[in-house]
T-cell receptor
C-alpha cells in the first residue's frame, strides 16, 4: 500500500549543481503535481501533469523541469540549484484535478548551500 | 483571482478545549472546499470536504460548514487531543481546476 513515494527524503546541494527529485505513485492516477512548501507561504504549485506526455506550469515554475513519460512517474529536475530553491518539495497525485482528494508523498527536504 | 485566507498561527490550546480555525475564500465560480492536515514529517492528508453551499464536511470529530453568504469554511472540533497537533490547510478548487491552498495554521495542543 505504497501510495505516493518520493526519493530522496533529504538532500544537500551546492549552488549550480543539478539533481532530480523522484516521485512515483501506484494508484493509476492521471493527475500529478509538484509543490514547494516554505515557511509563511503555504504550498505553491510548481508544475503539474494531467496524464502521460502532458505537463504544464504552475505558479512558480522557473528553475524547474518536469516530464511524464509514464502514468506512474513524475520526476522534478533542478537544472542549476540556487539557494532560493531551499525548500520542502511535495509530490501529489489524484484521479482528477482539484475536486478530487490529493494524495501526497512525505516530501523531500532540500538545502542549497 | 481565487484565493484562500486562513487565520495565522500558531494556535495553542489545552487538551479538551474547543477549536475553531477560521477560513474565508474568494472565488469567481462555485468552489469545492477542503481542509487538509499535515502531521510532523509527513505530507498533507485530506481531512474533510464540502462541494456545495450549506454542506457540512466531517471526519475524526472535525467539522466545517460551507457558508456561501459569508464565503467561509471554518474548521471546528469540540474537544481537541494532543494527537491533533499539526498544521491545517484550507483549500478550494473551482470547476475541477487546480487546487489553491491557504498558508496553513499550526496547532499546538498542550496536555
Amino acid at each position: 500500500n505504497a501510495g505516493v513515494t518520493q526519493t530522496p527524503k533529504f538532500q544537500v546541494l551546492k549552488t549550480g549543481q543539478s539533481m532530480t527529485l523522484q516521485c512515483a505513485q501506484d494508484m493509476n492516477h492521471e493527475y500529478m503535481s509538484w509543490y514547494r512548501q516554505d515557511p509563511g507561504m503555504g504550498l505553491r504549485l510548481i508544475h503539474y501533469s494531467v496524464g502521460a506526455g502532458i505537463t504544464d506550469q504552475g505558479e512558480v515554475p522557473n528553475g524547474y523541469n518536469v516530464s511524464r513519460s509514464t502514468t506512474e512517474d513524475f520526476p522534478l529536475r533542478l537544472l542549476s540549484a540556487a539557494p532560493s530553491q531551499t525548500s520542502v518539495y511535495f509530490c501529489a497525485s489524484s484521479q482528477g484535478q482539484g475536486n478530487q482528494p490529493q494524495h501526497f508523498g512525505d516530501g523531500t527536504r532540500l538545502s542549497i548551500l | 483571482g481565487d484565493s484562500v485566507t486562513q487565520m495565522e498561527g500558531p494556535v495553542t490550546l489545552s487538551e479538551e478545549a474547543f477549536l475553531t480555525i477560521n477560513c474565508t475564500y474568494t472565488a469567481t465560480g462555485y468552489p469545492s472546499l477542503f481542509w487538509y492536515v499535515q502531521y510532523p514529517g509527513e505530507g498533507l492528508q485530506l481531512l474533510l470536504k464540502a462541494t456545495k453551499a450549506d454542506d457540512k464536511g466531517s471526519n475524526k470529530g472535525f467539522e466545517a460548514t460551507y457558508r456561501k453568504e459569508t464565503t467561509s469554511f471554518h474548521l471546528e472540533k469540540g474537544s481537541v487531543q494532543v494527537s491533533d497537533s499539526a498544521v491545517y490547510f484550507c483549500a478550494l478548487s473551482v470547476w475541477d481546476d487546480k487546487i489553491i491552498f491557504g498558508k496553513g495554521t499550526r496547532l499546538h495542543i498542550l496536555p
